[in-house]
């Protein structure tokens, strides 16, 4: 498997990044839902990772620099095929290795609360993240879960 920053200029990744936020909005709530489109994603303070093996795009993932030692994890997806294959768990090391070598201290992240979303905590807690409160301007949800993990 091959990860590379990503420009999200190619349309599979587009069509990759839908599937998620459509994903996103049929288990999460509406007011809930903190996944981030193509276009928010292209900001300067965020960086891009596309995961694949061989010709097709199995995952994805980014950071969102919060402050010069604090960034948040955001978008991690696999493809639902590839889910359990260590898509994520390959993703997520290289992205706290670059979040490291970045200068970051801490990476903070949310997900969802639901059981939908446990796979999703439980790979976060094999890699050392903790639960917290709110960071970053979230407020307090039943439906997020808060997490957060010091490099």
Same mark, same amino acid.
Not at 128 to 147: K, L
């Given at each position: 498997?091959?990860?590379?920053?990503?420009?999200?200029?190619?349309?599979?990744?587009?069509?990759?990044?839908? /599937?998620?936020?459509?994903?996103?909005?049929?288990?999460?709530?509406?007011? &809930?839902?903190?996944?981030?489109?193509?276009?928010?994603?292209?900001?300067?303070?965020? *960086?891009?990772? &596309?995961?694949? /093996? @061989?010709? *097709?795009?199995? @995952?994805? @993932?980014?950071?969102?620099?919060? /402050?010069? %030692?604090?960034?948040?994890?955001?978008?991690?997806?696999?493809?639902?095929?590839?889910?359990?294959?260590?898509?994520?768990?390959?993703?997520?090391?290289?992205?706290?290795?670059?979040?490291?070598?970045? @200068? !970051? *201290?801490?990476?903070?992240?949310?997900?969802?609360?639901?059981?939908?979303?446990?796979? %999703?905590?439980?790979? $976060?807690?094999?890699?050392? !993240?903790?639960?917290?409160?709110?960071?970053?301007? $979230?407020?307090?949800?039943?439906?997020? *879960?808060?997490?957060?993990? %010091?490099?």
């Amino acid at each position: 498997m091959k990860i590379v920053v990503d420009d999200l200029s190619g349309p599979e990744i587009a069509r990759f990044l839908q /599937d998620h936020v459509r994903q996103m909005q049929s288990v999460t709530p509406l007011e &809930s839902k903190h996944a981030l489109d193509l276009d928010s994603l292209r900001k300067p303070e965020i *960086t891009f990772w &596309s995961v694949s /093996d @061989g010709d *097709t795009l199995v @995952g994805c @993932g980014a950071i969102k620099r919060l /402050d010069a %030692a604090h960034a948040e994890l955001k978008s991690m997806r696999t493809r639902p095929s590839r889910k359990r294959s260590g898509v994520a768990s390959l993703l997520l090391a290289h992205i706290l290795t670059e979040s490291t070598r970045r @200068g !970051f *201290t801490r990476l903070s992240l949310e997900t969802g609360a639901a059981e939908f979303f446990l796979p %999703a905590r439980t790979l $976060y807690e094999k890699f050392g !993240f903790r639960e917290c409160g709110p960071f970053a301007g $979230y407020r307090p949800d039943p439906n997020s *879960t808060f997490m957060t993990r %010091a490099l």
